[in-house]
């Protein structure tokens, strides 16, 4: 899983001047337990503001503009990296299955760019108004991101926070049709009908003789990506089965 991990006030501000915006211990607790055994990815000031590095327990990767082309292995054990190279890795199809989690941590800048990468958002909201000059993308006004699970309120020192998950969720299938002129004796196909979120999308996929599946959605960008065509793929079997026990 790609998830990003943040704190924010009611403004969605995350920090001021390097810093964070509170300290909470059950926060930092909960981020480590969260984190550790994956990888967390963050910007160079993020890095230089850690009080301990690397972050033990976690392959640590930096995103610095010093990177000009590829990954590069420090003596610390740290990975530095450009911005270029982990959007096109974060991309890959077998990345999430061969890692124990991908954590984005920060900062602002880091998390405006790689939200799209994400799959899930681990947020601890902390009901208060700080004065702030870096923040998060306020997902609560995102269509595709849904809130799935709050803890109750806590407080800490007269600060009242709360954790959240938050998935997102790019489309909905809505049906799924085999054209009356379906050749079977070659293969079948189906149309599918997607809700996403700028529009219904109409997606044919193809499936021949030998069982390839070929799935043709030209002006559906977002299956141009390996990874989100076969989560898709995923998603239209599992319609079908839904549907053919219903």
């Not at 991908?102 to 998390?111: N, V």
């Not at 760019?113 to 870096?134: G, P, Q």
């Not at 020192?157 to 079977?184: A, H, M, W």
Request: charged share 25%.
């Amino acid at each position: 899983m790609i998830a990003a991990v943040v704190c924010v006030d009611k403004n969605f501000g995350i920090g001021n001047k390097g810093e964070l915006l509170v300290n909470i211990p059950e926060d930092m607790k909960s981020f480590k337990k969260i984190t550790s055994n994956g990888a967390v990815i963050m910007g160079r000031k993020t890095w230089d503001s850690l009080p301990k590095k690397p972050l033990p327990d976690r392959t640590n990767i930096i995103i610095t503009r010093k990177c000009k082309k590829n990954p590069k292995v420090q003596a610390d054990g740290t990975i530095h990296s450009n911005m270029k190279c982990i959007k096109a890795w974060l991309a890959q199809k077998d990345v999430i299955d061969n890692n124990n989690g991908i954590y984005i941590i920060g900062g602002g800048q880091i998390y405006s760019e790689l939200l799209n990468s994400c799959e899930r958002v681990y947020i601890t909201k902390v009901f208060t108004e700080s004065d702030a000059d870096t923040y998060f993308p306020n997902i609560d006004e995102k269509p595709e991101w849904k809130l799935t699970e709050a803890s109750k309120i806590k407080e800490h020192k007269g600060l009242q926070y709360q954790f959240c998950v938050y998935d997102r969720c790019d489309y909905v299938i809505t049906n799924t049709q085999t054209p009356e002129n379906s050749n079977t004796a070659n293969g079948f196909d189906l149309v599918v009908t997607v809700k996403a979120f700028n529009g219904y999308k109409t997606v044919v996929v193809q499936v021949d003789k030998d069982n390839k599946v070929n799935v043709f959605a030209d002006t559906w960008e977002y299956l141009h990506n390996e990874k989100n065509l076969m989560k898709f793929i995923d998603k239209v079997q599992a319609f079908e089965k839904e549907k053919n026990n219903g």
